[in-house]
């Protein structure tokens, strides 16, 4: 009988090995796996990317580091080390649009854009718009945010809000909730 209990602690033992160290496998693949699923499908640094149509610049991105997440099922491109945009008016490119952020995502699916962290926005005619956070939606050319930020109007009007603004890309229409300012208004 204490023969045939040991012959049973060896073999629960091998099994017992077994299964370990082919888990240990399979742990290692997965570990493997899920860092694959976490890591961009690429990465590119020092960009300098200008965009044509037509056989004009239509705009001229310069950032640091792009992390490219096309793999992923809500695709989108992280900018970690900031961006610096120059858009050009299609019909006069001495109009300038200039866009710079510390930080940015642009996600596919829903053409939005999150720009985080010093955000910027200088357009030709002079508007500044400045805030921490800005959401731009390319398919509507609308700018927003709802926190902080300063407007100001190439007159010298100016806009402190504690949260929601939004505007058409050039600024010419918007509206503020919660500010104080000047504005100037044409008879």
Request: with cysteine.
């Amino acid at each position: 009988m204490k023969l045939s209990y040991n012959i049973y602690l060896k073999t629960v033992a091998i099994l017992f090995a077994t299964v370990f160290f082919s888990c240990q496998d399979n742990y290692d693949d997965i570990k493997r796996m899920q860092k694959a699923s976490i890591e961009p499908a690429g990465i590119a640094e020092d960009i300098n990317l200008k965009h044509t149509d037509s056989g004009r610049v239509k705009l001229h991105l310069i950032s640091k580091k792009m992390l490219d997440f096309s793999n992923k099922e809500f695709s989108h491109t992280i900018f970690p080390e900031g961006i610096e945009l120059h858009l050009y008016d299609i019909d006069d490119e001495t109009k300038e649009t200039i866009i710079t952020a510390d930080y940015a995502i642009t996600y596919d699916k829903t053409d939005l854009i999150d720009l985080r962290g010093n955000v910027q926005i200088t357009t030709p005619e002079g508007k500044k718009l400045s805030a921490e956070q800005l959401y731009y939606d390319q398919e509507t050319e609308w700018i927003f945010t709802n926190h902080e930020y300063k407007y100001e109007g190439e007159d010298g009007g100016y806009n402190i809000g504690k949260g929601g603004f939004d505007a058409n890309s050039d600024m010419s229409i918007f509206s503020s909730i919660d500010n104080d300012g000047q504005q100037y208004i044409n008879d």
